[in-house]
């Protein structure tokens, strides 16, 4: 969604086929949506022929860990970036099985170097059109990375983004050359 105005705007995808994705998208995304409503207004679960949408009996599992749904959002949402932040440095979490202790996910370098490649890569973005787009999608894949990681205290299972950091630094230089 964050690449969408960039690729609708230079024409790099025809208008109809962005709007195919869109309705296709939509169409995926509504059950989760109305799982998302019936459980959060704890409405009655839907039922359309064969499909159903249940209301979860006990407390869904997003209100309980999501920052929107704390009684103090803020100091939660400060907690969660400093859980990120620590991750993200010392790459381990509180369950050994995540990780080899004084190696972290992958070896300890791996962070510095994601985060020279995430500087070049807004070099490039700022200074060059060429694959603006392919560089624009690395950038919004990052930054969906990081809100999941401010909304929902995280994990290194939990953390996605966490395992393939390094690759932003390799191919932020594989998309100049």
């Known amino acids: 969604m964050l690449t969408l105005p960039l690729v609708f705007f230079r024409g790099e995808i025809k208008t109809k086929y962005i709007v195919i994705g869109l309705l296709l998208f939509s169409l995926i995304a509504l059950p989760i949506l109305l799982f998302i409503i019936i459980n959060t207004l704890k409405l009655d679960p839907l039922r359309l022929g064969s499909i159903t949408i249940p209301r979860l009996p006990v407390e869904a599992r997003y209100e309980s860990l999501a920052v929107f749904f ?11 970036i400093s859980i990120m932040l620590k991750l993200l440095w010392e790459q381990e979490d509180v369950f050994t099985w995540n990780f080899v202790e004084g190696f972290g996910y992958f070896y300890k370098f791996t962070f510095p170097l994601a985060i020279v490649g995430l500087f070049y890569l807004i070099h490039f973005i700022k200074n060059s059109k060429e694959k603006l787009l392919e560089r624009w999608m690395l950038l919004a894949w990052l930054i969906s990375a990081v809100v999941i990681g401010i909304v929902h205290p995280v994990n290194l299972t939990r953390f996605q983004f966490n395992f393939y950091s390094h690759y932003i630094f390799n191919s932020a230089l594989h998309l100049e050359v």
Request: without cysteine; hydrophobic residues 25%; charged residues 10%.
């Open 70 to 80: 704390e009684s103090n959002p803020l100091q939660s949402l400060f907690h969660n």
